[in-house]
């Protein structure tokens, strides 16, 4: 497989990718890849699916566990501290 590198890539490109990707449970690579795909089957005039008629991947069908979804709705996983550095804290306490 290939690598692609892209240099000097606009900062409003890239929120708009990460928003994408987010929004289609997707890693940045991964809707960058799905995208290209599109446009370059347009340019050659192939039809390709709409995002909306695409299977959805695993991870978005899959089913979210009751308790998980009521710490996501009750904000207590949205307050940005760092897993890592509280498992160093906890480590360094031992």
Do not use: C, N
Request: glycine share 6%; proline share 5%; no cysteine.
């Amino acid at each position: 497989m290939g690598t692609l590198v892209i240099k000097s890539f606009p900062e409003e490109i890239h929120a708009r990718l990460r928003l994408a990707a987010a929004a289609h449970r997707r890693s940045v690579t991964q809707e960058a890849i799905h995208l290209l795909d599109r446009a370059l089957h347009a340019q050659q005039g192939e039809s390709r699916p709409a995002l909306s008629e695409e299977p959805a991947p695993y991870w978005a069908r899959r089913e979210m566990l009751p308790a998980y979804r009521a710490l996501l709705e009750s904000g207590a996983l949205s307050g940005g501290t760092d897993s890592g550095a509280i498992l160093s804290e906890e480590r360094d306490a031992r």
